[in-house]
């Protein structure tokens, strides 16, 4: 920059406006499950013996770190349980299992039981550069031009 000529560089500008657009287009909010459980799925009876809160809240964790990212908030859950959902001490019988997941399937679609949450996410751009990865390949391999005269846009 040489303010005797009276002209002013304008890249540094140009990459600070790029790397603001990049940041603002990677902050996305995503909703998650509460951490605590609601009221109604710890006055689960899954035995004989009547709540257990404890056993409630282990159930609850599990949906907390393994079913929320497996299934999508705004659908129902399956009618039969994952494999993956139980307590992480792995105790766990068939009946309670059952019991504590027609319970998550009913508080799944609540939205009290949701947060919104904003995150700053990168992966988009990785997606992105994979695809026009993907296309140069193809570009290159000659699928693009089968395509392209497929479509009528090559003569």
């Not at 257990?52 to 859950?77: F, H, K, S």
């Not at 959902?85 to 508080?107: H, I, M, N, S, V």
């Not at 919104?116 to 550069?129: G, N, Y």
């Amino acid at each position: 920059m040489r303010p005797s000529e009276g002209r002013i560089n304008l890249w540094p500008l140009a990459v600070i406006g790029f790397i603001a657009i990049l940041a603002v287009a990677s902050i996305t909010p995503v909703m998650r499950l509460n951490s605590t459980p609601p009221p109604d799925f710890v006055a689960v009876r899954a035995t004989a013996k009547g709540p257990n809160t404890a056993e409630a809240q282990r159930y609850w964790d599990a949906a907390v770190q393994v079913i929320q990212w497996r299934y999508d908030r705004t659908g129902a859950l399956p009618p039969q349980a994952p494999r993956e959902f139980g307590p992480a001490d792995g105790k766990t019988d068939d009946a309670t299992r059952a019991a504590y997941w027609a319970k998550l399937r009913q508080e799944w679609l609540d939205a009290d039981n949701w947060h919104k949450t904003i995150t700053f996410d990168l992966t988009w751009m990785l997606h992105d550069l994979e695809s026009v990865w993907r296309w140069i390949g193809d570009f290159f391999s000659g699928k693009a031009f089968a395509a392209a005269r497929i479509y009528g846009c090559m003569a």
